[in-house]
């Protein structure tokens, strides 16, 4: 089935969340730069200057009145950010929700040549996480697109199901998706943690930790690839101990096959934020990206991607008799509502 530009930048950008979420977590429990300084005192980042916007007051307003709230032992912090991931997996898979993606792209002098949309559910099947596509451009899929879009779940489900099977076979922690996941090991050697603090975000306390990959580290796969050549920070909820916030950048060039398969260009942004469902369960919110990237030689993109997620519901998913083909069948709740 062909796949437009903006549906294999949603592959990459879910490739990319997944490798920060389940890997970032692990990353963050043993970074060295936290066994250095364990038991050091901390201290709040500095002061902004005039002109910071409210976000920027509110973490300063905050950090000032903090500053004699001493700070949880980090790397016990991160430990359970490692913990809380897994578990949370087990409450997200019964969940389904809406994402509406936009991608505007750029001419060489920055202004806009073109805007396409898409529309999605994203779930679990079998322990997977995917997402079927319902609308393009403001038009709903036809009957026939549908029966594609499920057929390509079900064949990204029979493969993931398959490497996972490989990997427990030999051994290994995979992600849900059956990737490789990186060792704490690993990790070390990819990049260095610093700076922690406190910083408030809509009312909620949280850990915040900057990380600064190193461009020398060996990687050993795509994932590897990803944290070695990525900056940024990551938000850690101090009373949940789970990842809420990340926004990091590509500090080089990232490529695939020399930049023949992908290609990133350096610079490129993107973040990424969780909100808090049901008071059980932490769940995408938003995603944003802006940069430069090429997949394979015929499919370019320059310019942002905004994806935001709504329509948060708990469900049951059922296999049709079709091979391949998967229902979504979402609980009645009263009046529309998503509690449980």
Not at 36 to 48: F, V, Y
Not at 191 to 215: C, S, W, Y
């Amino acid at each position: 089935m062909h796949r437009s530009p903006i549906q294999r930048m949603a592959a990459l950008k879910l490739k990319i969340r997944w490798a920060i979420l389940l890997s970032l977590s692990a990353a963050l429990s043993t970074g060295p730069s936290f066994a250095q300084n364990a038991g050091e005192p901390q201290t709040a980042p500095p002061a902004q200057t005039q002109g910071t916007t409210p976000d920027a007051q509110q973490q300063k307003s905050h950090a000032e009145a903090s500053t004699e709230k001493p700070l949880p032992d980090v790397v016990a912090l991160m430990r359970d950010v490692e913990a809380n991931q897994r578990k949370s997996e087990a409450v997200q898979k019964n969940y389904l929700f809406h994402s509406s993606t936009t991608a505007e792209e750029v001419d060489g002098s920055g202004h806009t040549k073109k805007t396409t949309s898409t529309e999605a559910d994203h779930y679990w099947i079998n322990g997977v996480p995917v997402h079927r596509v319902l609308k393009k451009n403001g038009k709903d899929l036809s009957p026939q697109e549908l029966a594609k879009e499920d057929e390509r779940i079900g064949k990204e489900v029979a493969k993931a199901r398959e490497k996972r099977d490989k990997a427990d076979a030999q051994g290994k922690e995979s992600s849900p998706r059956g990737d490789d996941e990186i060792t704490v090991s690993r990790l070390i050697e990819l990049g260095q943690f610093t700076n922690a603090r406190r910083v408030q975000l809509k009312g909620r306390d949280t850990i915040a930790v900057d990380f600064t990959g190193d461009p020398k580290a060996k990687t050993r796969n795509r994932a590897e690839d990803v944290i070695r050549d990525m900056a940024g920070t990551a938000w850690i909820d101090e009373q949940d101990h789970v990842l809420v916030r990340v926004e990091g950048r590509f500090v080089n060039a990232f490529k695939v096959g020399a930049g023949l398969l992908v290609n990133i260009r350096k610079d490129t942004r993107f973040s990424m934020q969780q909100t808090k469902i049901n008071d059980e369960v932490w769940l995408p919110a938003a995603f944003e990206g802006q940069g430069a990237a090429r997949v394979l030689l015929f499919v370019s993109f320059n310019g942002s991607v905004r994806t935001v997620c709504s329509d948060y519901r708990k469900f049951r998913a059922t296999s049709t008799i079709l091979p391949g083909a998967t229902k979504v069948d979402p609980e009645a709740l009263p009046n529309g509502s998503t509690q449980p």
